[in-house]
């Protein structure tokens, strides 16, 4: 089994930035891709958006509408992926997952690792 931990979440003001944090622990060689996701307020429960993936090889995958703004890296040593965040914006505002994926399911599947979230706030 795989356990994430997500840090670095906040609140922020608009055009603000935050890096998140998501460490993996237990059976971290079974990990594939990693990546974050997020639920805005409001939204249907259990789903959760697209932000990015990053393989063990660091190809990245975004969300269209994030590209330019966020960017997802890692650090296979340490076992963490970041999310950096830039020029935030209201509608940011969301608590965000970490997920890993792994040889049965694929990162961001529901059968996959998860984090608890960390809660991000946008607003003035």
């Known amino acids: 089994q795989v356990q994430l931990v997500e840090s670095g979440g906040g609140l922020v003001q608009p055009g603000g930035s935050l890096r998140l944090s998501c460490v993996a622990s237990?059976?971290?060689?079974?990990?594939?891709?990693m990546g974050w996701y997020r639920q805005a307020p409001g939204e249907q429960r259990g789903w959760r958006e697209l932000v990015a993936t990053i393989t063990r090889g660091h190809a990245t995958n975004y969300a269209d509408s994030l590209k330019g703004r966020f960017t997802i890296s890692r650090d296979n040593d340490r076992n963490t992926i970041y999310l950096q965040m830039n020029n935030l914006k209201v509608e940011d505002t969301a608590v965000y997952y970490c997920s890993a994926g792994g040889p049965d399911y694929g990162v961001g599947h529901d059968y996959a690792s998860w984090g608890q979230g960390t809660q991000v706030t946008v607003s003035s």
């Open positions: 237990g059976s971290v060689r079974s990990i594939n891709s």
